[in-house]
């Protein structure tokens, strides 16, 4: 999908509520609720980003398109201290460790060819006792077969996540409405995990 694309999607998609993704992994840190530091994958407009901030959390928001940071960063007012934005690639992500790496619906979008070791590169920054969420796109979604896109079936997933405590590995296909308008066939693959202590 073209940059154009990508900066109408965080235009449309500001001052958004959080992802449920975002929710359901923080209620799973409720035992421990002190902020840390958190990467937000693929952040687009940072509606994520942006609450992760409210609740205290500093946050490196990566993304590839350049007007989509811009948006964020108008967003972010007196909480641009605790942000870092990073314009690139997933391979751009600082080589550090976070407490929380969060990827809602990015990964799908790393070709290929390059996907499991761009995974693999995403879990070694989540800390000892920190906690990755993500979703991706499962093999039967309607995007199925874009070129330069990845598409993952549960099984390979769990061979990914090998070494992690995993705590949510779910699959859900059905309709979906789109951020810019029409409906699409979504298969869906959410998981959180956490690296032991």
Same mark, same amino acid.
């Given at each position: ?51 992760? @901030? ?7 928001? @990566? ?11 108008? %967003?972010?007012?007196? @909480?641009? *201290? ?8 997933? %391979? ?20 290929? *060819? ?8 995403? @879990? ?17 979604? *309607? ?23 995993? %705590? ?30």
């Amino acid at each position: 999908m073209s940059d154009d694309h990508w900066g109408e999607y965080a235009r449309a998609t500001r001052s958004g509520p959080p992802r449920p993704l975002l929710l359901e992994v923080l209620a799973h840190l409720d035992a421990d609720p002190s902020p840390g530091r958190a990467l937000d994958l693929g952040s687009g407009a940072g509606n994520d980003t942006l609450e992760l @901030l409210r609740r205290g959390w500093s946050v490196t928001a @990566l993304d590839r398109n350049a007007e989509a940071l811009d948006v964020l960063r108008a %967003q972010a007012g007196d @909480l641009a *201290g605790y942000l870092t934005t990073v314009h690139g690639s997933f %391979q751009a992500a600082p080589r550090r460790r976070y407490r929380l790496v969060y990827a809602s619906l990015s990964l799908p979008f790393c070709p290929p *060819g390059r996907f499991d070791r761009t995974f693999r590169g995403v @879990l070694a920054r989540v800390g000892v006792g920190g906690w990755l969420a993500a979703t991706l796109f499962g093999e039967r979604d *309607g995007f199925a077969g874009e070129p330069g896109m990845s598409f993952v079936t549960l099984d390979h997933l769990g061979t990914l996540l090998e070494g992690l405590d995993v %705590q949510v590995l779910r699959e859900e296909e059905g309709p979906r409405r789109l951020a810019l308008g029409g409906e699409h066939h979504g298969h869906l693959l959410t998981v959180i995990a956490r690296r032991p202590a």
